[in-house]
């Protein structure tokens, strides 16, 4: 992501779709979708605003979350899995990849809204992030969006296990075996895979030389707190 704009600067659709390496041959679908109704409103001879295109992008974000999240991880049980998901497709969340794009430089806003900090607010970066994900699925096809917003999920979705609860997921699991009478977990390093500057460790957690759980992740911490959760959810549903 090159020639970023700075400050106040506004950059063109096509200047954006480059910067990004976005395939979007038809810029008008990608203008509607920086386009919000405060810039309609101001100037009538743009068509329409980005609310279907965001509707769109939204349901098109709740599903790629999903499929991704399953395959991921694919011992984590199924609340875990929706409180990620709502994690992932959270308005911060979406605002925060948009921020990461400066997406807000090239929003196209009324005046009014502009000056009132539009381009920073989450609700409206958020908006215009889901609805760019709509216009560059009309534009390709569910694969390019994948590859598009697969490494955004991947960089932080460890952030979100190790964040998600202040409840540590190993020191409730702890608490309940010793409350059982069954001792410490004990976290066994089941395999580490990947080059050395992207490791994953399995972990599983055992109890009395029982596993209950397995999770993975790109550190040990992360992935012994992932067995754990596991572990609670499987406690759970006996």
């Known amino acids: 992501m ?7 600067q506004e950059e063109s659709p096509a200047g954006l779709a480059q910067r990004l390496e976005l395939p979007f041959n038809n810029l008008f679908l ?3 979708a920086l386009t919000h109704r405060s810039y309609i409103n101001e100037h009538h001879e743009a068509l329409e605003d980005n609310e279907r295109l965001e509707f769109l992008g939204d349901a098109i974000l709740d599903f790629i979350a999903g499929a991704w999240l399953y395959n991921r991880f694919p011992e984590m049980a199924e609340g875990e899995l929706t409180r990620m998901r709502s994690a992932l497709v ?3 969340q979406l605002a925060e990849f948009a921020r990461a794009f400066n997406l807000g430089a090239a929003m196209r806003l009324g005046r009014g809204e502009d000056l009132a900090g539009g381009r920073q607010k989450d609700v409206l970066l958020c908006a ?3 609805a760019m994900i ?9 694969a390019t969006v994948q590859y598009f917003v697969h490494p955004l999920m991947e960089q932080v979705s460890e952030m979100i296990i190790l964040s998600s609860d202040s409840r540590d997921p190993k020191s409730r699991l702890q608490e309940w075996s010793q ?4 001792g410490i977990p004990q976290y066994i390093t089941v395999t580490t895979s990947g080059p050395d500057h992207q490791r994953v460790f399995e ?6 030389a029982k596993t209950y759980g397995r999770g993975s992740g790109h550190n040990k911490q992360v992935a012994e707190r992932a067995a754990a ?3 609670l959810d499987a406690i759970e549903k006996s």
């Open 128 to 130: 215009t992030f889901e």
């Open 90 to 92: 959270c308005t911060e």
């Open 229 to 231: 959760q596991v572990a």
């Open 203 to 208: 972990i599983e957690v055992q109890i009395n």
């Open 2 to 8: 090159n020639n970023v704009p700075e400050g106040n």
């Open 179 to 182: 409350g059982h009478k069954m």
């Open 30 to 32: 990608l203008r509607r």
């Open 134 to 142: 709509g216009a560059l699925f009309l534009q390709t096809d569910i």
